[in-house]
């Protein structure tokens, strides 16, 4: 057993101290969180947009006049389905390196182009969470919102998005949580993630053991705390309602 744990220690030594390489691991973590808070604020924008443009389409395209305003919530409506089918529809490590080596192939901004990428396919699942939240909000409070003088879009920012918000906040946190794990593919553009980080530090001493176990423990650290502040929310949420 004595042999054992001199063996981890030496391990640990080689891995995490020599060299600093331990630098690695915060630094990647650092990019690591960055990516992934950009990309959700990318992703809600774009969410919030394709979900009013989808959700809007669905509940007014048989009342609405068919003039102008009808033509180009139309469009609008095919440009955000085709969005959503090419950006479900295909991995996320394919989408990250089309827009690294194709459409940012001029670029050597690989944080930005990384950032721009995972919000934009966050922001795909981001969209059709909050368009199942808001065609889920009864006809009744949109009739609501015509009783006091507002229009279609004053409704839905006065009246719908908040409900729809405090109804799929979970789901929006468990999103943050898998954008999170996403982002472990970093590496395949040149960004020291933390996933990264620790292929650069087995890469170096030939041992695979340690590195990788305490990347996947520093993961599954961030993924415990952020689901438990889920649950909480989720309590409090369902406190507020009685």
């Known amino acids: 057993m004595s042999k054992w744990f001199t063996q981890l220690e030496e391990d640990f030594h080689l891995n995490f101290i020599e060299e600093g390489r331990w630098r690695w691991l915060v630094e990647g973590l650092g990019n690591t969180l960055i990516i992934t808070f950009f990309a959700l604020l990318i992703g809600l924008v774009i969410g919030i947009v394709v979900a009013a443009v989808r959700s809007t389409h669905d509940k007014n395209r048989e009342t609405m006049a068919k003039g102008f305003g009808y033509v180009l919530l139309k469009i609008a409506n095919v440009i955000c389905h085709i969005y959503l089918t090419i950006l479900r529809g295909t991995p996320i490590v394919v989408q990250l390196l089309i827009m690294y080596f194709i459409v940012f192939a001029s670029s ?63 789901t929006l946190c468990n999103e943050f949580i898998v954008l999170l794990k996403e982002t472990s593919i970093a590496g395949y553009v040149g960004i020291v993630d933390l996933a990264k980080a620790g292929d650069l530090i087995r890469g170096r001493t030939f041992s695979a053991f340690m590195p990788l176990i305490a990347v996947a423990l520093i993961y599954l650290a961030m993924v415990i705390i952020l689901s438990s502040l889920v649950g909480v929310l989720e309590r409090r949420l369902r406190r507020s309602e009685r």
């Open 108 to 170: 050597r901004n690989s944080m930005l182009v990384a950032i721009i990428a995972f919000g934009i396919n966050s922001g795909a699942y981001v969209a059709e969470i909050l368009r199942g939240g808001i065609m889920s909000i009864d006809n009744g409070q949109f009739e609501a919102g015509r009783s006091l003088g507002f229009n279609y879009p004053q409704t839905m920012v006065h009246i719908i998005i908040p409900q729809v918000f405090k109804n799929v906040l979970p």
